[in-house]
């Protein structure tokens, strides 16, 4: 057990967003949610999983949303509040410990705002170690765990019970009140007991978020090697952004960026396919970073990753990859993130088996 | 207080298919729910609102969606229960009683089928008089009445419960639910004391509906003229069906029918616009009758009523007109169900007014 800091909460934004592999919303906003309310309400407590009681009540909280949406709607903390309280009032039990469902911007962050306004713990564990852009996207769904009831809350004061049958059936619905609350909500979902938690999250995901925050914040040179040995990650291009071909369509940001190598990648092309989340890198059609490997986007100067919606066109960076949470690796966890289910027609490959393949 | 036994449970379909003014689904799977039920748990006792303590809660049922997908999704009754017990949790209040939302075919007597099984009183009102295609166009919300919370189910499983800031939110959201269910949902909405049922709802609109379906199912000969004196309506054209222009989008069935002039309309066209109901029928671009006045087509052989779903090349009908209850003839009432809602772009003119200037 420890206290999240002023100093810890802008580690875990910045790491967080390499983490977030482009997706989550602008992390900008979750690091302000969360150092104001440390300011009014003190350091947030967090626990390690082992610290949770068995039979403990865990409700993760996020944004839902196309993160070109969330940049401009600020999510508000009432409706979070407005969802909790309608969970609580719902299952008739008081909430133990709130968590992260992903490591993104807001999203992971989010949730340390509401901890310190409700008094909460907030646990080092969430259901991705990264970010995906699907309800039924998380460690906790591969476990059978469902996402019922999932509590969805607006800005104006509009929210909404699900019951579904399954966690597909919940993105459906969920997504899609989205769009009619305007392209984002806040949801509380994935109610979870202590043990559940323990056996089914990737623990310790925001204390690595805050590793590279702090690697890359202290850094006042180029600091992509130094995150590179600490994640165990591979560095796979270095160029400029000369394209990027975007929509926003159904409550996602879809789309292909471009990169024009640099120095040892001069003369190549490499192409980036996101939906909210960097998804599939790709050097003249032939893969190089596959979903759920995590693909991240750092300014080559800065070392600060860049978000979906922060890609600009002429930034020179760095596309890094690393290994996923092996719980993505199994079967049911390839047919859930893996590249087919996002319809890029492909084999999920291992990174550190392309990698070695390149070598060769 | 009396019993709705099989014959009053046909009459009552028949006739709330006429006031259904073509919309709330096909009459004959409302009709068979009803009858299957009352078979298996004896008739269903109707109440008349002064009949229901000023305390009691009162939650009306209906089915919400596009009637040509009702048609093909026959409406079960778990869903009903689930949302009733959905609602009773939430509420922590057990129901008294429950009531049609509107006077529709399927909508007037799901809630008969669902009284049966869970051994409720229905009552002898509804919300409209008629049938409205949105959620929002009740007698209820003219006198500020809030749906929240509304409970939607679908035939799968999958449950919601709204808590939305106005009528029109619920209206939305629900809508986009629905469209996610496939098209079709049942719905509990509306919970009331029974002091608010009396004081504005719709009363006796079962038993008008009755009366009608009484006529037009003794009768062995063209019944209309007796259906007219019985609801002082107003006979506006006769014809024949000679072109239908449909199609089914965001949840509703919209469309135009063309029927041409027969005996003393000969030479004449009638078009009939709907969204799941007769709206507006105009003969050369001028109106006959307006939304919320109620437009009835009735078969001009057997006088049974046309649903917008059953209408059909060639058929021979007459299309009369009623006026609607009071309270829609207010200026909220107009507002809420007149012409300019519905984005047709004339004034209300009530067809008592519209009738004798014709005959000036």
Tied chains: 1, 2.
Excluded at 107 to 136: H, K, Y
Excluded at 175 to 194: D, K
Excluded at 244 to 268: H, L, P, Q, V
Excluded at 299 to 323: F, H, K, M, S, W
Aim: hydrophobic share 40%; glycine share 10%.
């Amino acid at each position: 057990m420890r206290y999240l800091d002023e100093n810890a909460i802008k580690n875990i934004a910045v790491g967080a967003a390499v983490l977030g592999t482009g997706g989550g919303g602008d992390p900008y906003i979750g690091e302000l949610m969360a150092l104001q309310a440390i300011k009014e309400h003190g350091p947030v407590k967090m626990l390690e999983v082992d610290e949770v009681p068995d039979d403990a009540l865990v409700v993760p909280i996020g944004m839902m949303g196309a993160p070109t949406v969330l940049f401009e709607k600020a999510p508000g903390e009432n409706e979070a509040k407005n969802a909790f309280q309608l969970m609580e009032e719902h299952l008739g039990r008081e909430i133990f410990a709130t968590m992260p469902i992903e490591i993104g911007g807001v999203n992971s962050l989010l949730p340390v705002a509401i901890a310190a306004r409700l008094g909460l713990p907030i646990i080092n564990v969430d259901g991705m170690g990264r970010a995906f852009p699907e309800l039924q996207m998380v460690t906790f769904y591969l476990d059978g765990i469902s996402n019922s009831p999932l509590v969805i809350a607006d800005e104006r004061g509009n929210t909404s019970i699900l019951q579904t049958i399954d966690n597909h059936w919940s993105e459906r619905i969920a997504r899609n009140i989205t769009v009619q609350m305007g392209g984002s909500s806040t949801v509380a979902q994935y109610s979870m007991s202590g043990k559940q938690v323990k056996n089914s999250g990737v623990a310790k995901s925001l204390t690595f978020a805050e590793g590279i925050g702090k690697i890359i914040r202290k850094s006042k040179q180029n600091p992509i090697q130094e995150v590179l040995s600490f994640t165990s990650g591979y560095s796979l291009f270095e160029g400029k952004v000369i394209d990027i071909d975007r929509k926003t369509s159904t409550g996602f940001a879809r789309g292909i960026a471009t990169i024009e190598g640099m120095n040892e990648d001069k003369g190549k092309t490499l192409s980036l396919h996101f939906q909210n989340e960097f998804l599939l890198a790709t050097e003249n059609d032939k893969p190089v970073c596959i979903t759920p490997d995590l693909i991240c986007l750092l300014d080559n100067e800065t070392g600060q990753p860049i978000t979906t919606e922060g890609l600009r066109y002429g930034v020179r960076c760095t596309v890094i990859g690393i290994a996923c949470n092996e719980k993505w690796r199994t079967e049911k966890g390839i047919e859930t993130v893996g590249p087919r289910y996002f319809g890029y027609d492909l084999e999920y490959i291992p990174i550190e088996i392309i990698t070695s393949e390149e070598v060769i």
